[in-house]
């Protein structure tokens, strides 16, 4: 199957009863396992796709591999509007190279040793508009190791508008140019539980939970999360978070709950059921992954991701002239995508 919507490539068993009740999550009424010619019909070669609006965007995914950071990363740029999508519906997003430029320099910030919320806090500190607005005005952005400052004509002015000396600017580099030092992971002790009365709020502690999924620290993180769940109650969000850390930790039986979790506290949360597709095509539950990828696809017909990933399901239960259906609309949609000469691959290899 092809790359995950999880995209890193670092089992109780569900009662029949609950296999039955689940079903109707996976689908959302809409989704159902189509006949061979009801798919063909559903996506017939004329999509229109390339007037949609998304063409030659980017998903979070498809930035995530084009960034080569964590999911993580970018979800946590983006709720911390470091980086603006360019059309919003409802939980998916898609970015233009614009944006994929201002991810690039962030990029590079984390890779100088800042962790998310460093990165966060210096560049709040620059601008009065905080880390939003320096954030598209990073190509003005020059680092010294931790010290971030910011070229306004020929003076560079430091964190709260302090203006540095000549003889400190000297030498200095863009965070184009920046070396990138290999970041430390997070110190993190596991000796007590989280206590969410310990973080200012329930969105530090998802800012702590991005760090340590960057930091590969998954456990940790999933800790983090679950106290945001304890602290704030069930959360489709956070299920979603949570799901995420556990397939990337390799717990996929444990990922499919949350995944349920998450489809059932929302069920137009199209990137939750998206990767559950993924995930009960992975457990080998491909009928129920056809049926949660076609929900989403009848909801929203131009999201490329779930194109990609029902392209192949279906190579890999024997419907190869579906597959390519189905990457040849992932292809109308995302001409640019990372996973573009992948896809022009496997339908020139299908012929």
């Excluded at 999880?6 to 959302?28: C, I, L, P, V, Y």
């Excluded at 799901?243 to 949350?258: P, Q, V």
């Amino acid at each position: 199957m092809p790359s995950k919507v999880t995209d890193d490539h670092s089992k109780s068993k569900t009662t029949a009863t609950n296999r039955e009740a689940k079903k109707s999550a996976a689908g959302q009424s809409r989704s159902r396992v189509l006949s061979m010619t009801g798919m063909t019909e559903l996506f017939d070669d004329d999509l229109g796709t390339s007037q949609s609006g998304v063409s030659r965007l980017y998903t979070v995914a498809m930035m995530a591999d084009v960034l080569d950071v964590p999911l993580a990363a970018v979800r946590h740029w983006l709720r911390g509007g470091l980086l603006e999508p360019t059309r919003r519906s409802g939980s998916l997003a898609w970015f233009d190279f614009q944006q994929l430029v201002v991810g690039r320099r962030l990029v590079r910030l984390l890779a100088s040793g800042l962790s998310l919320r460093d990165i966060d806090a210096k560049l709040s500190a620059l601008t009065p508009g905080g880390a939003a607005k320096a954030a598209g005005m990073a190509e003005r952005i020059v680092t010294d190791g931790r010290r971030l400052s910011i070229r306004c004509g020929n003076r560079l002015v430091g964190a709260h508008g302090q203006l540095q000396f000549s003889f400190y600017t000297d030498g200095l580099r863009p965070i184009d140019e920046a070396s990138a030092p290999i970041q430390q992971p997070i110190a993190w002790s596991m000796e007590a539980p989280i206590d969410a009365d310990d973080v200012n709020g329930v969105a530090e502690l998802l800012d702590l939970a991005a760090d340590l999924e960057a930091a590969g620290e998954f456990t940790e993180a999933g800790e983090a999360l679950r106290a945001v769940l304890q602290a704030d109650g069930p959360s489709a969000k956070v299920a979603f978070m949570l799901a995420e850390l556990l397939y990337r930790s390799g717990d996929l039986t444990a990922a499919r709950e949350r995944y349920y979790a998450a489809v059932e506290l929302d069920a137009n949360h199209l990137e939750a059921r998206t990767n559950l597709g993924c995930v009960l095509a992975e457990l080998g539950d491909h009928e129920l992954a056809m049926a949660a990828l076609d929900g989403v696809l009848r909801q929203q017909p131009d999201y490329a991701d779930a194109h990609w990933h029902m392209a192949g399901v279906l190579a890999d239960v024997g419907r190869p002239a579906d597959a390519r259906r189905h990457l040849r609309a992932f292809l109308a949609i995302a001409p640019e995508s990372p996973w573009a000469a992948t896809a022009r691959e496997r339908l020139a290899e299908s012929h």
